[in-house]
């Protein structure tokens, strides 16, 4: 039995002794006053039993015998349970405020597991030596190397998820993201990790091209390709911007084979304060901009035109960064 079905199965069974009583006290002691008195009461148990609980009896109570008495006890039984009453639907109301959240979470950790088994489809470039080499690796030595890592998050994430049905934000997310696979790849990047509203993608020095070019165009073709998906789907998902951030420079790299339910999937990993830049530069950045750190910028200013930014403090970041946004081709004012 329920919290609330035991509430009213008490409110009943008081309101059933309150009447009894009070019709064996009129017809032990009789009289106008007491006959009064006596239907105050009868009547109030009466609205109790049907839910009501702000009810008072004040003629009853007024009385300075056992009938007064009884009704002082019976107003403070209507104020106990109205309390109690109001205690439990306060607590449901949180309940149900905890089981929406819950089911919100559980609808993000599946859209998330299924991004990450459209990523097992791209197994990252820079691995696929080790697997010919040992099929059966489960990780490759960390070693450091020159990259370029590139993040990118949804502009406004957060509101936009208080505004579309879950399920429909997830078909979007998932829409975005999978087609940005080919673009990473073409471009000779690996994906690291995705969390949610964001990707980390890594590029390489080993691989064909400068990194810090290639990992440029391939935020410059997301930045493309999202604009025509919002155009093309705007009459079924609202269009969203992104805002992404690149840091040049050393970094500790890895891949490393993670095994679930849904199969195994190789991830690369960069850790150091090369990555670390690289997100707070993808933070600072504004809907639809691509900031850069000073080493991208050295590498790629004889392609792209450069907007300085100035240097800027970062969390966690013990020296100011020289921040420069690229501006998107097509724009010819250059500010040095």
Known sequence: MSQRQWLRVTILVVAIAATAGVFFLGAMLGGGRIAAAIQELSAAATRVSGGDLSVQVPRAAASGDEIGRLGGAFNDMTLKLARAYTDLKAKNSEFETALQNLQESRQRLALLEQLKGEMAKFVPESVKKL???????????????????????????????EQ???????????????????????????????????????????????????????????????????????????????????????????????SSAAGDRWTCTASGSTTNIAS?????????????????????????????????????????IHV???????????IA
């Not at 000073?294 to 020296?319: D, H, M, Q, W």
């Not at 420069?324 to 250059?334: A, T």
């Open 131 to 161: 697997l010919e080499e040992n099929p059966n690796a489960k990780e490759l030595e960390q070693h450091t190397a020159d990259v370029s890592v590139l993040f990118l998050d949804i502009t406004g994430y957060t509101k936009l998820s």
């Open 164 to 258: 579309v049905e879950a399920r429909k934000l997830n078909q979007l997310v998932q829409m975005y993201f999978s087609s940005y696979l080919e673009i990473i790849q073409q471009h000779r990047g690996d994906i690291s990790e995705t969390a949610g509203d964001g990707l980390m993608m890594i590029f390489q020095s080993e691989r064909t091209g400068d990194h810090a070019l290639n990992a440029t165009r391939t935020s410059f073709a997301i930045r493309q390709r999202t604009l025509e998906l919002s155009e093309e789907y705007g009459d079924v998902f609202p269009s969203i911007q992104l805002h992404m951030g690149i840091n040049t420079g050393e970094a500790l790299v890895g891949a490393t084979k993670l």
């Open 280 to 320: 707070r530069l993808a933070n600072y950045a504004q809907a639809g901009e691509i900031v850069v750190g000073p080493a991208t910028a050295e590498r790629i200013k004889a392609y792209f035109v450069l907007e300085s930014v100035g240097e800027r403090e970062f969390k966690n970041v013990s020296t100011l």
């Open 324 to 334: 420069y946004r690229v501006i998107p081709p097509g724009v010819y004012q250059k």
